[in-house]
């Protein structure tokens, strides 16, 4: 074989080689170049703008501590009726009648027991605490003092009242007015029997009434 034609065939076999190692560097850049054609051209991160009108608004933490506070510590929303606003009472004047509202009514019976027929004794304390003297009827009709066994009603101050059932009185704010009341150990009616019949032996209840006014129950027995 002529060593011209061996030198020009390696000649071409080293060409090809060096051809051949160049496609394959273009090839792998060309990759390179694709994929990262492809990722910049696929889904890409929204931008700020978008994300604040796609994604959750950032909560500011001191705007969420301030809205858990107040909806630790504040009450329900009123209702439309609640959020109007109320006219400021006006000042009351000295002896106008008193409000139950300023009013605290109290009765003390004297003893638990009362035996050996011993009249049972009630002390009843009226004391206003509004902010001006005020006036109150304390008659037997307007305040009344009723004595029960059970469901039976044994006496009161309003049965067969004589004389003025009317009996205004001045109240001081926080000075009390007091009264002591004797129950004789006899039953009393509509009827004003002369001779009413004594309550028997036994365990009783008395109170006090004013109106709206009621004092707590005060049990007594009598021997």
């Not at 061996?6 to 071409?12: A, H, L, N, P, T």
């Not at 090839?27 to 492809?38: L, Q």
Request: glycine letters at 8%; one cysteine or more.
């Amino acid at each position: 074989m002529d060593p011209d034609t061996m030198r020009d065939g390696d000649g071409d076999v080293y060409w090809r080689r060096r051809m051949s190692v160049l496609v394959a560097v273009l090839v792998v850049v060309a990759v390179v170049a694709w994929a990262c054609s492809s990722g910049s051209s696929g889904p890409q991160r929204p931008s700020s703008a978008q994300s604040s009108t796609s994604a959750s608004p950032t909560v500011d933490p001191l705007l969420a501590g301030l809205r858990t506070l107040a909806m630790g510590t504040a009450s329900p929303s009123p209702t439309p009726s609640s959020t109007k606003s109320t006219p400021a009472a006006k000042p009351k004047r000295p002896g106008d009648p008193c409000a139950d509202g300023d009013l605290v009514l109290s009765m003390q019976g004297k003893q638990d027991v009362y035996s050996g027929g011993a009249q049972p004794n009630f002390l009843i304390t009226l004391v206003n605490t509004g902010p001006v003297m005020c006036t109150a009827d304390v008659g037997p009709r307007s305040m009344e003092v009723r004595i029960t066994s059970g469901e039976d009603r044994i006496w009161s101050t309003a049965d067969c009242v004589s004389g003025s059932a009317t009996e205004v009185k001045q109240l001081q704010r926080g000075v009390p007015w007091v009264r002591s009341l004797d129950w004789d150990r006899r039953r009393s009616s509509d009827d004003c029997r002369r001779n009413p019949p004594a309550a028997l032996p036994g365990t009783y209840v008395a109170v006090v009434r004013m109106g709206k006014l009621k004092s707590p129950l005060g049990v007594f027995h009598l021997r």
